[in-house]
């Protein structure tokens, strides 16, 4: 298990579209990822689940990644939760 912290950069929070971007890259992986908010845990498998733990912008976040590979897919995740989405694209 590999473990790293982020933090929430976008103005908006963990929104739709943000989590179902992060629910994307938590599906691709072989392994288990666990995100842990203030607000409780879950798995990377649901945006409703991602959403519901209320990540607002300056929250932060730990990020446990089990499987393989599991420190650069945990680093892949963090620097997804810390983007600063923009949406549509500019």
Known sequence: MFET?????NEAG?????SAILVKEGA?????????APSGTCDLT???????????QGTEVK????????E???????ALFETHFDFPPQ
């Open 72 to 78: 650069a897919y945990a680093k892949k995740l963090a």
């Open 5 to 9: 912290k982020a933090v929430v950069l």
């Open 28 to 36: 691709a992986y072989a392994g288990e990822i666990l995100i842990t």
């Open 46 to 56: 649901s945006a409703l689940e991602c959403i519901m733990l209320g990540m607002e």
């Open 63 to 70: 990020i446990q990644v089990t499987g393989p590979d599991e």
């Open 14 to 18: 963990i929104h739709c579209r943000p």
